[in-house]
């Protein structure tokens, strides 16, 4: 019984963060703004680290772990968002892209394009995780993918602005 109970709160919260990150969604396209947020992938890479989170397990009292992960959490769940919303601004700039009549240009805008979808919806899902674990911060985590898809979506946003602008050395992408 008590089980069953667990499972219909958890799937009306499932529910509802799926119906906030829709609404979300929704409000930064209609804004329209392409700006990117900085992220510091090497503080990200150090969030989701399996070692770092055991080594925090060993070293500290169980009550001072779990406020302490719950801590990691939200900051994971911050860097998420961000790159999410990185994502979504990419996507835009792929999208423009894709009228150039250059083929590399185009195959580079492509690849962006699907990176950025694929990062925003393995994003949506790493923040349901994050959700679930800050009510249990000992329940595993996965969120090292939306690391890893960053870091791809990055590289291609690189090669799209250097296609784009070949005189010019910036970087489109967010990241330190």
Not at 16 to 42: A, K, M, N, P, Y
Request: aromatic fraction near 6%.
């Amino acid at each position: 019984m008590t089980l069953a109970i667990v499972l219909v709160i958890a799937a009306v919260l499932g529910l509802l963060f799926l119906v906030r990150v829709t609404l979300l969604g929704t409000q930064q396209r209609s804004s329209g703004g392409q700006q990117l947020h900085l992220i510091d992938l090497e503080a990200f890479r150090s969030l989701v680290d399996p070692a770092e989170t055991e080594y925090l397990r060993c070293r500290l009292p169980a009550s001072e772990f779990r406020t302490v992960q719950r801590a990691r959490l939200r900051a994971m769940a911050s860097y998420v968002h961000a790159a999410a919303q990185n994502a979504g601004a990419l996507v835009r700039i792929g999208q423009s892209a894709l009228t150039g009549n250059d083929v590399q240009t185009a195959q580079a805008a492509r690849e962006l394009v699907g990176n950025a979808l694929l990062l925003r919806r393995n994003a949506t899902f790493a923040l349901f995780k994050i959700y679930i674990a800050l009510v249990w911060p000992n329940a595993g985590l996965a969120a090292d993918r939306i690391l890893h898809s960053y870091e791809q979506l990055n590289g291609s946003a690189m090669l799209l602005g250097r296609l784009q602008n070949p005189a010019s050395p910036g970087h489109t992408s967010a990241s330190s």
